[in-house]
């Protein structure tokens, strides 16, 4: 057996703090690549991809709104993972939410249920010098209150948009359903009511119609059901959306990009807004909604669980598939022919890339679509900012207004040259008269 001399004690004893020191040094560095990979640091900052087809107005539009060609810088230690731009959105929506100020009305619907929405007068004159209205479509379960909504109307209406934004019926605190119905994923009903209300309240006024997440494959799927739905509507923007929920359920459940737990905190929202209606559900005799249901709801870990059990037997849908096949606008937004937006992230948690051929199609296929694909931004964030500190508007906000701009000025342009054509063939033709006649 050997044995350690004082010597070799010394020796072993001297080397001690340089191994600590080491084991120090090795601790720190897996802390930071482990934080350089979660934070994705080392991703670079690109302008969103862009996909359209070779036509005058694409040309127009990307000429016109330089947000769409230029780099999307997002907040330097944390903008560049889709996890903390989603986190950040969900958590508090945008930061120093402005607070404007707007009426609330309430529509009665053929079914019994009460569709509301919020009207926003505009701060100014727009810029092509129209009566121009913003109607918006929130995501799942919000509403006008929500601080990125507040945000983005305050800065349409400073650039001269009305704005009606619709309230997902059941999502407003404090407010009871009149019917044994919810919102659901592809329902356009209430939008279409407030669609509908502002064209009679505003007989000379035209529409940007929006959409974020949800709220984009319900405007979608609107202005697709039928042709009179694009009438006096200028263009479309969709944000965020997944374009087919028959698709998105499969994804929904895989661990990729942490997706089962988004959809875990989704369920557990969904559930809140379903349960805080449960003595209308279960109270009214028209109702599809037994106690059984709304068991299996409180047990349920998934959207896909409460789609199953819950939201498909508000419209009377056999099956779930049934229910995500008629309900996704993936079946409609090919027949959509107004100018049209749509705006998806990368990293964005919640949306699988897979998804994302539906709008690519669209965009290599239509003349009328642009499909912006940004690098950054996750789920509904787009955050923009040096170092830390994101500043209270958006990159989505932004592009949203410019975009918009640009299509009122081309319309407007386009109108003058179809005036000024006329005015020059019916001088022709009245100088050919008096020429015949002479």
């Known amino acids: 057996m050997t044995t350690l001399n004082d010597g070799d004690m010394h020796t072993f004893g001297t080397e001690l703090p340089a191994m600590f020191d080491g084991m120090k040094l090795a601790a720190v560095a897996t802390i930071l690549y482990i934080i350089v990979r979660c934070l ?48 950040l959105y969900g958590k508090m929506g945008r930061v120093n939410t402005p607070t404007p100020c707007g009426v609330r009305k309430f529509l009665p619907m053929q079914d019994g249920a009460t569709a509301t929405f919020d009207l926003f007068e505009a701060l100014g004159d727009h810029s092509a010098g129209d009566d121009i209205t913003m109607v918006i479509c929130p995501g799942i379960g919000n509403h006008s209150e929500k601080n990125y909504i507040r945000t983005f ?28 119905r919810m919102f659901t994923y592809g329902c356009t009903w209430e939008f279409a009511a407030m669609v509908g209300y502002v064209k009679r309240a505003h007989p000379q006024t035209l529409l940007v119609v929006v959409g974020f997440s949800l709220g984009g494959n319900i405007v979608c799927k609107f202005l697709g059901e039928n042709r009179l739905n694009q009438e006096r509507v200028l263009c479309c923007i969709s944000v965020c959306q997944g374009y087919s929920a028959l698709r998105a359920q499969e994804t929904f459940l895989q661990w990729d990009q942490c997706r089962r737990l988004y959809n875990f905190v989704l369920a557990d929202n969904m559930k809140k807004i379903i349960l805080s209606h449960r003595d209308s559900l279960l109270g009214m005799s028209s109702s599809n909604i037994s106690d059984a249901d709304l068991n299996r709801l ?83 964030g787009f955050f923009e900012g040096a170092v830390l500190f994101p500043q209270p508007l958006t990159w989505m906000d932004k592009v949203i207004i410019e975009y918009s701009d640009a299509v009122c000025h081309w319309e407007k342009k386009r109108l003058v040259c179809q005036r000024s054509s006329r005015q020059h063939m019916n001088s022709c033709l009245q100088s050919k008269r008096e020429t015949l006649s002479g």
């Open 40 to 87: 994705n640091l080392k991703s670079p900052t690109a302008p969103p991809e862009i996909i359209y087809q070779d036509t005058p107005l694409s040309h127009y539009l990307l000429k016109s709104c330089p947000m769409l060609t230029k780099e999307y810088i997002p907040p330097l230690l944390w903008g560049k993972s889709g996890h903390l731009q989603t986190a």
């Open 153 to 180: 109307v305050d800065y349409s209406q400073r650039q001269g948009y009305r704005c009606a934004v619709l309230n997902h019926l059941g999502a407003l605190p404090n407010m009871e359903l009149t019917s044994p």
């Open 298 to 380: 409180s047990a349920a870990t998934s959207l896909m669980q409460i789609d199953d059990s819950i939201m498909r037997k508000f419209h009377g849908y056999n099956s779930l598939r049934e229910y995500y096949e008629k309900e996704s606008c993936v079946h409609y937004i090919h027949k959509v022919t107004v100018p049209l937006l749509l705006v998806n992230s990368s990293d964005d948690p919640l949306v699988h890339q897979s998804l994302l051929a539906v709008p690519r199609t669209l965009a290599e296929k239509m003349p009328n679509v642009v499909f912006a694909l940004t690098q950054h931004g996750g789920h509904m």
